[in-house]
Structures are given as structure tokens and as C-alpha cells.
């Protein structure tokens, strides 16, 4: 199997905002997401990503399929939702990358495709001299009846990788679930890691 990475940044994304927002709405109708998603939110959802020219996205292509894809942007110029814990903690939002969200369909797990993604969005924090890297990751009840038997949290991936959970630092984010039409609230608790 030969996949190839794509690189664009901002405005650029727009020429595949169409298979991201696909294959967001696929991965992320998984456990522990359970996103009801809808084309009409995946485009206002990703502007922000094309209106920020410090922004990346990573692409992979199995062929012409988009298999794959990763997002990041300075937090200075994230969502106000993405910033506020920040804000709040009187850290500095001018040496911190934001990590949006990394998609990959099942069958190209496990074959280091996820490593690739954070290798090189802590690279893009680098060329932009920032420190810091961020992202955030739903939480949902150990006891949550909706919960798969099989799954297995990417805790230890993440750790693996130097990045450190902060229980401080929480937001919340709204979207429909499965078989809902109106959206609730998700909580969230960001990881960081110090890049050397």
C-alpha cells in the first residue's frame, strides 16, 4: 500500500474541504465522539482553518481516497472556546500550537500514520517558534452503556508521545449526538506537551 501526505495551509484546504469533512464525519461517528455530523456544520466548523494562513492540514491519500487527515493552528488564532482555558491559567497563547482533530479511517490504523500526524504538526509548531503544543479530548462516563467492550482509550499513545494531561484545563463543545437532532454539551480536557 502506497499513501501519499498532502500538506496545505490555509486557503489551500479549501480545494479538499469536501473529503476532510467527510471523512470527519466519518471517523468521528465513532466511539467516544458519537458526532451526528452534517455537511452544513463541517463547512463553517473548518473555516477557521482556511482563514488562518498559519494553519496546516495533512492529508492522506490512498489513491484519490482521502484515508486520513490532521489539523493545526496557533492557538492565538483558534476559537475563543479553544483559548479561554488558556486564557483563564494566564498562559501565554503566542507560544502555543492547537491541535484540531486527527481522522483516520479504521483500516489504515496502526501502521504509524497517527505518529506521522504528531511528528508533523510539533514540526509545524517549530517552524512558527512556538513551545507548546495543545489538544483536547472528549469526555465520556467510563459507564456509559454506548461505550464498545473492545475500546481502548489512546491514553498511553498520547503519553508515549510526552504529552501530559492537564485536568485544569477543560472546555466544552456542542454537537448533535447519534439519532439527535439538537446539540449538547461535550466536555473536554486538553493534553500538552513542552517541545524540547
Known amino acids: 500500500m502506497t499513501l501519499r501526505f498532502e500538506q496545505?495551509?490555509?486557503?489551500e484546504i479549501e480545494r479538499h474541504i469536501d473529503a476532510l469533512a467527510a471523512l470527519r464525519i466519518t471517523v468521528f461517528r465513532d466511539w467516544p465522539?458519537?458526532?451526528?455530523?452534517?455537511?452544513?456544520?463541517?463547512?463553517?466548523?473548518?473555516?477557521?482553518?482556511?482563514?488562518c494562513p498559519r494553519s496546516?492540514?495533512?492529508?492522506?491519500?490512498?489513491?484519490?481516497?482521502?484515508?486520513?487527515?490532521?489539523t493545526v493552528q496557533p492557538l492565538a488564532d483558534a476559537?475563543?472556546?479553544?483559548?479561554?482555558?488558556?486564557?483563564?491559567?494566564?498562559?501565554?497563547?503566542?507560544?502555543?500550537?492547537?491541535?484540531?482533530?486527527?481522522v483516520l479511517l479504521r483500516a489504515y490504523r496502526g501502521q504509524?500514520?497517527?505518529?506521522?500526524?504528531?511528528?508533523?504538526?510539533e514540526a509545524h509548531a517549530r517552524?512558527?517558534?512556538l513551545s507548546t503544543c495543545a489538544f483536547c479530548a472528549v469526555q465520556r462516563s467510563d459507564d456509559d452503556s454506548r461505550r464498545p467492550s473492545d475500546y481502548v482509550p489512546n491514553d498511553a499513545f498520547w503519553l508515549k508521545r510526552a504529552y501530559q494531561k492537564q485536568t485544569n484545563?477543560?472546555?466544552?463543545?456542542?454537537?448533535?449526538?447519534i439519532g439527535e437532532t439538537s446539540s449538547s454539551e461535550k466536555p473536554m480536557i486538553f493534553w500538552t506537551r513542552e517541545l524540547a
Open 8 to 11: 496545505l495551509h490555509g486557503a
Open 33 to 51: 465522539y458519537l458526532y451526528e455530523g452534517t455537511r452544513e456544520y463541517e463547512t463553517r466548523y473548518l473555516q477557521t482553518y482556511l482563514q
Open 56 to 70: 496546516l492540514a495533512i492529508l492522506v491519500w490512498d489513491g484519490d481516497q482521502c484515508v486520513g487527515a490532521s
Open 79 to 102: 476559537p475563543l472556546d479553544m483559548q479561554q482555558p488558556f486564557l483563564d491559567a494566564c498562559m501565554d497563547l503566542s507560544r502555543i500550537d492547537y491541535f484540531g482533530e486527527s
Open 112 to 121: 504509524g500514520i497517527g505518529l506521522k500526524f504528531f511528528e508533523l504538526r
Open 127 to 129: 517552524t512558527l517558534g
Open 169 to 177: 484545563l477543560r472546555t466544552t463543545l456542542s454537537w448533535p449526538d
